[in-house]
């Protein structure tokens, strides 16, 4: 993996890790944050640190791009699938209480 190829995942993981701080931290701030929905997080981050772990870890090893290519793809569109459903479920229950 090239030191571009490795600055190019980090960039991808560290983005959606902006993003979610960002969506918690809205949610937060509207107190609209429930303990139910700290549950529906907490695992999205899980794998987000897995995932950044994996990548350090094929960087550490010198493992070739192309063995973690498809996984890391098909991980981060999972891991983005997740947080669009967490999306879609927050901002319904806020339409629902007449929020937005």
Not at 11 to 25: N, Q, S, Y
Not at 40 to 61: L, Y
């Amino acid at each position: 993996m090239t030191k571009a190829e490795y600055a190019s995942l980090r960039e991808k993981l560290d983005a959606f890790a902006r993003r979610l701080d960002a969506k918690t931290r809205e949610f937060h701030e509207q107190g609209e944050f429930a303990d139910v929905h700290e549950m529906f997080v907490k695992p999205i981050r899980e794998h987000h640190d897995q995932m950044r772990k994996k990548v350090e870890s094929a960087i550490r090893n010198g493992t070739a791009w192309d063995q973690i290519k498809a996984e890391f793809s098909r991980d981060f569109d999972g891991l983005n699938a997740e947080f669009g459903r967490l999306e879609e479920r927050l901002d319904a229950e806020i339409m629902k209480k007449g929020g937005r």
